[in-house]
C-alpha cells in the first residue's frame, strides 16, 4: 500500500506542502475494521484521528434513552476524529463500520509533533477550519431538504450521478445516514419505484429518470 499516495490524493490534506503529507504518511499505520466491529466507541480515549481508504464508516451518539443518532456517514477519502487533536481528550461519539473498512490511522502523539513546527500548524489549522464550512453547509442542507432529496444528495455524494449503483449498505443504515427512520425510507422508495423513478433489486439500484437536475 503506497500510504504517502494515499495522503497526495486526499482534499483534506491538499493544503500542506509535498513536505507536510510526507511527514504525516511517516507517522501512520493501517488499520482494518470487519462490518459491525466499533473502529472505537464514544468516551473512549481519543488516540488519534482517522482517513477512511475503503468501505464505510457511521459516527454515533448514544442518548440517554439508549437509543443511536447518527452524525454522519464516513465515505472512503474522508477524515474524522480530527476534533480529539485538539479540543477533547474522548471521543465525541462512536465510529462502526458498516462494511468491512480499511483506515489510516494519525496518532495524536505523532501530529502534535508535526504541529510544533509553525508552517505545518498553519496549513492544518486552515484545513481544519475549511472542514467546518462544509459541515456547516451540509447541517443547512439537512434542514432545508426533504427526506427525498437527502436520499439522492446521499446517493450522489457517496456514488455519483450513475444510472446503476452498487450499494452494500443495508436501507437501514441509509435511513440512519439521511435522517429518516426505516418505515419512511421503505416508504420513500416505494412511491420512487411506482413513479418510474428508480428500481430497486437487491444490491443494486437502478436510476430510470433524472433526479439529479432537481438538487441544485
Same mark, same amino acid.
Given at each position: ?121 498553519? #496549513?492544518?489549522? !486552515? ?7 462544509? $459541515?456547516?453547509?451540509? +447541517? =443547512?442542507? &439537512? @434542514? ?28 437501514? #443504515?441509509?435511513? !440512519? ?7 419512511? $425510507?421503505?416508504?420513500? +422508495? =416505494?412511491? &420512487? @419505484? ?23
Amino acid at each position: 500500500m503506497d500510504i504517502e499516495k494515499l495522503i497526495n490524493n486526499t482534499s483534506f490534506f491538499k493544503g500542506l506542502s509535498d513536505r507536510h503529507r510526507s511527514e504525516l504518511s511517516s507517522i501512520c499505520r493501517n488499520r482494518s475494521v470487519r462490518k459491525r466491529d466499533y473502529l472505537f466507541h464514544e468516551g473512549d480515549q481519543g488516540g488519534g484521528m482517522f482517513l477512511l481508504i475503503g468501505g464505510n464508516i457511521q459516527l454515533h451518539k448514544n442518548t440517554e434513552d439508549g437509543r443511536e443518532v447518527v452524525i454522519r456517514l464516513i465515505k472512503p477519502g474522508e477524515v474524522f476524529a480530527e476534533v480529539v487533536l485538539f479540543e477533547k481528550e474522548r471521543y465525541p461519539v462512536s465510529a462502526r463500520a458498516v462494511a468491512n473498512s480499511d483506515v489510516l490511522e494519525f496518532p495524536r502523539e505523532g501530529v502534535h509533533r508535526l504541529l510544533a513546527e509553525k508552517s505545518f500548524r498553519g #496549513d492544518f489549522i !486552515a484545513m481544519l477550519m475549511a472542514k467546518q464550512r462544509y $459541515l456547516a453547509e451540509r +447541517i =443547512q442542507e &439537512l @434542514t432545508t431538504k426533504d427526506v427525498e432529496q437527502r436520499f439522492f444528495m446521499f446517493l450522489r455524494e457517496q456514488y455519483g450521478e450513475r444510472e446503476v449503483i452498487k450499494v452494500p449498505l443495508s436501507k437501514k #443504515d441509509i435511513a !440512519a445516514a439521511i435522517g429518516t427512520t426505516p418505515e419512511s $425510507l421503505s416508504r420513500l +422508495i =416505494q412511491r &420512487l @419505484t411506482d413513479d418510474a423513478i428508480i428500481n430497486w433489486q437487491g444490491k443494486e439500484i437502478r436510476i430510470l429518470a433524472d433526479p439529479w437536475r432537481w438538487l441544485d
